[in-house]
C-alpha cells in the first residue's frame, strides 16, 4: 500500500485548470517538502513536471504548478490541452528511500 | 542533449541472474547521481536503487536488498545493476534514471526508455 494517495482519475475540457491531489498517509514520509510530480504517456518514459513542491524544471510549461497545504500536495494544469492527457504521479522522500509514488491519476481531456 | 540507453533486459528464470547497463551522453555524469526505477505495466513506479556521484552512497528498496546491486564506472559514463536470484515479482520495466542534484535525493530529471525483465519458467 502506497504512502501517497491519490485520486485514480481526473477530467476536464480544453481550457479548463483541474487539480491533482497527493495526501501522506504514513509517517515514513518525514519531510514532505520533497514532493515532485511526474507525467507519463502511454508507452513513455515518466517525466518530471515538478519537484521540491512547486519548482519547475526547465522546458516544462508554466500551466504546471504545484503546492502544499499540511498533508496534501497538489498539481495544478491551467488551461487544460489534449497534449496533458495522460498518467500523473506524485512522489516523496522517505525515512527509507529516497522516493516512494503515489497511486497515480488518469488526467482526461474530454 | 541528454540520452539514457538502457540494455540488458530479457526473459530469465526464477533464480537465475541478469545484469542491466545504461550508456549515458549528453551531460557529466560523474556530476550527478543515477538511480534505477522500475515499473509493472498498468502500475506506478518503485524506486529500485540508487548512488552517489562518487559510490560513497548507495541505497536499496527493501525489496531487492541482498540480491541486486547497483554500480557505476563515470569513466565510461555507465551505470549497472547486478540481478541475483530473479523473482517473478521482479517482472517490469527497468528505467535508468538521472537525480537532479550529485546525491541521491531522488527527484529524476531525465529517464531512459526503459528495458523489460520477464522472470518466468
Known amino acids: 500500500q502506497s504512502a501517497l494517495t491519490q485520486p485514480a482519475s481526473v477530467s476536464g475540457s480544453p481550457g479548463q485548470s483541474i487539480t491533482i491531489s497527493c495526501t501522506r498517509t504514513?509517517?515514513?514520509?518525514?519531510?514532505?517538502?520533497?514532493v515532485s510530480w511526474y507525467q507519463q504517456h502511454p508507452g513513455k518514459a515518466p517525466k518530471l513536471m515538478i519537484y521540491d513542491v512547486s519548482n519547475r524544471p526547465s522546458g516544462v510549461s508554466n500551466r504546471f504548478s504545484g503546492s502544499k497545504s499540511g498533508n496534501t500536495a497538489s498539481l495544478t494544469i491551467s488551461g487544460l490541452q489534449a497534449e496533458d492527457e495522460a498518467d500523473y504521479y506524485c512522489s516523496s522522500y522517505t525515512s527509507t528511500t529516497p522516493r516512494v509514488f503515489g497511486t497515480g491519476t488518469k488526467v482526461t481531456v474530454l | 542533449e541528454v540520452q539514457l540507453v538502457e540494455s540488458g533486459g530479457g526473459l530469465v528464470q526464477p533464480g537465475r541472474s541478469l545484469r542491466l547497463s545504461c550508456a549515458a551522453s549528453?551531460?557529466?555524469?560523474?556530476?550527478?547521481?543515477m538511480h534505477w526505477v522500475r515499473q509493472v505495466p498498468g502500475k506506478g513506479p518503485e524506486w529500485v536503487s540508487g548512488i552517489s556521484w562518487n559510490s560513497g552512497y548507495i541505497g536499496y528498496a527493501d525489496s531487492v536488498q541482498g540480491r541486486f546491486t547497483i554500480s557505476r564506472d563515470n569513466a565510461k559514463s555507465s551505470l549497472y545493476l547486478q540481478m541475483n536470484s530473479l523473482r517473478a515479482e521482479d517482472t517490469a520495466f527497468y528505467y535508468c534514471?538521472?537525480?537532479?542534484?550529485?546525491?541521491?535525493?531522488?527527484?529524476?530529471?531525465?529517464w531512459g526508455q526503459g528495458t523489460l525483465v520477464t522472470v518466468s519458467s
Open positions: 549528453g551531460f557529466t555524469f560523474d556530476d550527478y547521481a
Open positions: 504514513s509517517s515514513d514520509v518525514g519531510n514532505y517538502h520533497y
Open positions: 534514471a538521472k537525480d537532479i542534484s550529485s546525491s541521491p535525493g531522488g527527484d529524476f530529471d531525465y
